[in-house]
């Protein structure tokens, strides 16, 4: 099984600054015939359910806001939240599909404001 | 719009079953695969099951396999979670989940709100 880490567990970060967060999976989840990076972010907020971000490591989902991007290839990805709002306030995980069953997922990055 | 409304949580003793539903609507039912996917009460996100569009293909995670069931019918539009033999570690959110695939899992485009399982004696 893919195992998917994920640094920090929480931050703090200032209203209007940049929020980074890390996830790394155990082995590459860079497909290469198609030069695909089958990982997936989600925000989840308090008391509501998982919400899709980011598909095939970059791609933001229909209406997500563009201070949200996702980068990174093969086992090192990162989410940047460019410009930190209040609304922005949540658990974020990412998700990777590369090796499937099972679905795997990061243990989530708390972030809050400073 | 689509919409997934998880059903028939609740308490069970250990060693009990509960069968959990999900009514979607919205998208075409059956050419998306469907999944499980659980949350204990302050943790991290758990994959519990999948099951293709068409319902012939099933796959579950180590913690669940045996003991729960995933099943659909695309005539009514709804995925099934049958749960048996439940442990105190099921008490959980269950969410239903659309795939963006068929058949091949990819990611979770749409969740429901979630139905908790509590497995207290």
């Known amino acids: 099984d893919i195992v998917m880490t994920q640094s920090p567990d929480s931050l703090a970060v200032s209203l209007g600054e940049r929020a980074t967060i890390n996830c790394k999976s155990s082995?590459?989840?860079?497909?290469?015939?198609?030069?695909?990076?089958?990982l997936a972010w989600y925000q989840q907020k308090p008391g509501q359910p998982p919400k899709l971000l980011i598909y095939?490591?970059?791609t933001r989902e229909s209406g997500v806001p563009d201070r949200f991007s996702g980068s990174g290839s093969g086992t090192d990805f990162t989410l940047t939240i460019s410009s930190l709002q209040a609304e922005d306030v949540a658990v974020y995980y990412c998700?990777?599909?590369?090796?499937?069953?099972?679905?795997?997922f990061g243990p989530g990055t708390k972030v809050d404001i400073k | 719009e689509v919409q997934l409304v998880e059903s028939g949580g609740g308490v069970v003793q250990p060693g009990g079953s509960l069968r959990l539903s999900c009514a979607a609507s919205?998208?075409?039912?059956?050419?998306?695969?469907m999944h499980w996917v659980r949350q204990a009460p302050g943790k991290g996100l758990e994959w519990v099951s999948l099951?293709?569009?068409?319902?012939?293909?099933?796959y579950y995670a180590d913690s669940v396999k045996g003991r729960f069931t995933i099943s659909r019918d695309n005539s009514k539009n709804s995925l099934y979670l049958q749960m048996n033999s439940l442990r105190t570690e099921d008490t959980a959110l269950y969410y239903c989940?659309?795939?963006?695939?068929?058949?091949?899992?990819?990611?979770?485009?749409?969740w429901g709100q979630g139905t908790l399982v509590t497995v207290s004696s």
């Open positions: 989940a659309k795939d963006r695939s068929t058949v091949t899992p990819l990611w979770f485009d749409y």
């Open positions: 919205g998208f075409t039912f059956d050419d998306y695969a």
């Open positions: 099951i293709s569009g068409d319902g012939g293909s099933t």
């Open positions: 082995q590459s989840v860079l497909y290469s015939s198609n030069n695909k990076n089958y």
């Open positions: 095939w490591a970059s």
């Open positions: 998700q990777q599909y590369y090796s499937t069953p099972p679905i795997t």
